[in-house]
């Protein structure tokens, strides 16, 4: 075989060589190029599903805000009716007679009292009071049990409308005002738990 043909196998394989390279590589940026855009295409799709999830968990967030808005008012609402009916209620009660009062103190005082306490009257309102309670309210002690061993304090309490037990330094009142904010904050509180539970 002489050189130049020697030359043009050889010069025909290389550019043999170089097409299949330049195929291949061709080929291979088709490839690469399909890939890409399958995995913007996915990408994209994931980006949107994403959007769209933290959308919808947004909106169930607001809706929930909103819910738990209307609750609050609802409780506001409900809280201002009760307090008026307290507030009603309790000028009523202090309007009652004076001897149906000193009957009502005298049943609290045989509930509350332990029997050993000293007893405080008030000084708003007591028109009620007579020298015979502390004695009536000892009886009605011992009949329920207890010592019937209560004293008086002379000194009536300011500011109270109604009967303040006292003993060992703990005071109990016992007073309408007493027994309507306690009832007043039962109710709100059950009236809450019916608005906020589920």
């Not at 968990?57 to 009916?85: F, G, W, Y």
């Not at 304090?153 to 060992?168: F, I, N, P, T």
Request: proline share 1%; glycine share 6%; hydrophobic share 45%.
């Amino acid at each position: 075989m002489d050189a130049q043909a020697i030359l043009t196998k050889i010069e025909a394989d290389a550019r043999d060589a170089a097409e299949k390279v330049l195929g291949d590589a061709q080929e291979k940026a088709k490839t690469m190029t399909l890939e890409a855009q399958q995995n913007r295409g996915m990408l994209k799709s994931a980006m949107l599903a994403q959007a769209e999830q933290e959308c919808a968990q947004m909106e169930e967030r607001m809706h929930r805000m909103a819910e738990l808005d209307d609750r609050k008012a609802m409780l506001a609402k409900k809280r201002e009716v009760i307090s008026e009916a307290f507030a009603l209620a309790k000028e009523k009660l202090q309007k009652t007679k004076p001897r149906d009062r000193r009957a009502f103190y005298l049943r609290k005082v045989a509930d509350f009292a332990v029997g050993e306490e000293t007893l405080i009257v008030g000084k708003d309102g007591a028109d009620w009071f007579d020298d015979g309670f502390v004695s009536d309210a000892n009886k009605a002690l011992k009949a329920a049990g207890k010592p019937g061993s209560l004293s008086l304090q002379k000194e009536r309490m300011d500011g109270c409308a109604g009967v303040v037990l006292s003993h060992r330094g703990a005071q109990v009142r016992i007073t309408f005002e007493a027994l309507l904010d306690e009832a007043q904050g039962e109710l709100e509180q059950a009236a809450a738990q019916v608005l906020f539970s589920e």
